[in-house]
């Protein structure tokens, strides 16, 4: 998975809880993001970042929040977790110079929230 | 703004048949183009890309794809179906600034049979 690592791997939790999810990865890549995954939905962008304390936000980024204090790591945190946010997450890197854009995928995160 | 369209949710074929996965984009500049395919609980992986050095362009596990500027689509095919072949595809595009997110179809499943 092109040296991205994400955890945890499964979490529950209950609705109102904060959740935070980590990205990390060791290709030292300038571009984050973070995606989710929803059956009929594809993968839609929630925040992405272009550097260290540089990020913004994508398509659904209402109830999300990022944070990214080293190039490595890239942090996803639902403040007041609700159960629409129950999906798969997913950290991609990569979106710049030669190559094209092309992103590699960490392994995903499923968020179950009760 | 650009969009995916993946005509078909869900493709059937029998093992040893033609395979083609439908993609359809909007852009109003030409993009990069990519396919990636996530077999169950992975993440996903990068079948092959268009950058505009050739139109036709081939990928791993022996899949192509080829843009077509005047139809704006970008098909994936294969000659023949393997059962290793069942898993997820998607189609994503972006645009050509550095580290833009990728805008991805809604997904189509392919279903092999023997």
């Known amino acids: 998975d092109a040296g991205i690592t994400q955890s945890p791997r499964h979490k529950v939790t209950e609705t109102g809880t904060p959740v935070t999810l980590r990205c990390h990865q060791t290709e030292n890549h300038r571009y984050m993001y973070w995606y989710r995954q929803d059956p009929g939905h594809g993968l839609r962008l929630i925040h992405y970042?272009?550097?260290?304390?540089?990020?913004d936000k994508g398509e659904v980024s209402d109830g999300y929040s990022v944070s990214r204090s080293k190039t490595e790591d890239f942090l996803l945190t639902l403040e007041s977790a609700t159960s629409s946010q129950t999906s798969v997450y997913f950290c991609?890197?990569?979106?710049?110079?030669?190559?094209?854009?092309?992103?590699?995928f960490g392994p995903g995160t499923r968020l179950t929230v009760l | 703004a650009q969009s995916v369209t993946q005509l078909g949710s869900h493709v059937s074929v029998s093992e040893g048949a033609l395979v083609l996965l439908r993609c359809n984009y909007s852009s109003s500049v030409p993009p990069y183009l990519f396919w990636y395919v996530q077999y169950p609980n992975q993440g996903l992986q990068l079948l092959l890309k268009y950058t505009s050095a050739a139109t036709l362009v081939k990928g791993i596990n022996g899949f192509e794809a080829e843009f077509k500027k005047s139809e704006t689509s970008f098909h994936l095919t294969k000659p023949s179906a393997h059962m290793s072949d069942a898993a997820e595809y998607f189609c994503?595009?972006?645009?050509?600034?550095?580290?833009?997110?990728?805008?991805f179809g809604k997904g189509t499943t392919l279903s092999v049979s023997s």
């Open positions: 991609a890197i990569g979106g710049g110079g030669i190559s094209y854009n092309e992103q590699f």
């Open positions: 970042s272009y550097g260290v304390k540089d990020t």
């Open positions: 994503a595009v972006s645009d050509r600034q550095a580290g833009t997110a990728l805008i």
